[in-house]
């Protein structure tokens, strides 16, 4: 098959792995079969899954064959920011979970008056979004608290991270049951030792109070759910 045909019979298997049965983790026909099924060479579907793997619709295991890895392919930034469910929600939250707290220790001591300045400006935002029972704007605020730190790092990498998170967080904001809720008393509390912790350069006492500010904001995203939900004082 001619190199310029390639393209278009990796967008046909990939379409039939899109619209068949085969669920992520399922073993794909042999090359022989698919072979078969799209009136081409086996050295032609090789080639092929060798592309699909490289696009993250497949994983090829030596010895063993061809699995399903993804129908979606390699995931991008834009794909995340559509996605609203449970499963994204969660993964949000997993995330802010593992970077947060290092991040807080990491620029404890990094603060300039100006940056102390914007995170006090966000934390009396958040009270302005508790008292209006607003989770959607809660949300935002809240990772752009911790965006605000991020940008003081000067780490692109991070920057990007936080506001892509940032971007997605309409999940969070239909995941939860809404500020009413007793726990974002805690989660306030919290939040404003904080960012105590932080003006005053306490690095390890920021690191645990904003593991315990993550569990309070994703038990209340997530009621009932989240590992770190009998937060307590």
């Avoid at 045909?5 to 073993?27: E, T, Y």
Wanted: charged share 25%; glycine share 6%; proline share 3%.
């Amino acid at each position: 098959m001619a190199s310029a045909q390639r393209p278009i019979l990796c967008k046909r298997v990939a379409d039939m792995l899109k619209g068949s049965s085969f669920s992520v983790g399922d073993r794909l026909p042999g090359e022989r079969r698919l072979a078969e099924l799209f009136e081409t060479s086996r050295n032609t579907i090789r080639e092929v899954l060798c592309n699909l793997e490289t696009m993250g619709y497949v994983e090829i295991r030596q010895k063993s064959g061809c699995y399903l890895k993804s129908k979606e392919g390699r995931i991008s930034w834009e794909q995340l920011r559509r996605r609203r469910s449970q499963t994204a929600t969660r993964q949000i939250l997993d995330t802010l979970a593992l970077v947060l707290p290092g991040l807080a220790r990491e620029q404890a001591a990094r603060l300039s008056p100006v940056a102390v300045a914007d995170l006090e400006n966000i934390t009396a935002r958040l009270g302005e979004a508790i008292v209006n029972f607003d989770i959607a704007a809660f949300s935002r605020i809240y990772i752009g608290f911790f965006l605000t730190l991020a940008r003081v790092s000067a780490n692109d990498y991070l920057i990007l991270l936080l506001e892509e998170l940032q971007a997605a967080a309409h999940n969070l904001d239909d995941a939860g049951i809404g500020l009413a809720e007793a726990r974002t008393g805690f989660l306030f509390e919290y939040h404003v030792e904080l960012f105590n912790a932080l003006k005053s350069a306490r690095a390890e006492e920021a690191q645990t109070l904003a593991a315990k500010c993550m569990d309070a904001f994703a038990a209340m995203v997530l009621p009932g759910e989240w590992p770190g939900n009998e937060t307590t004082r």
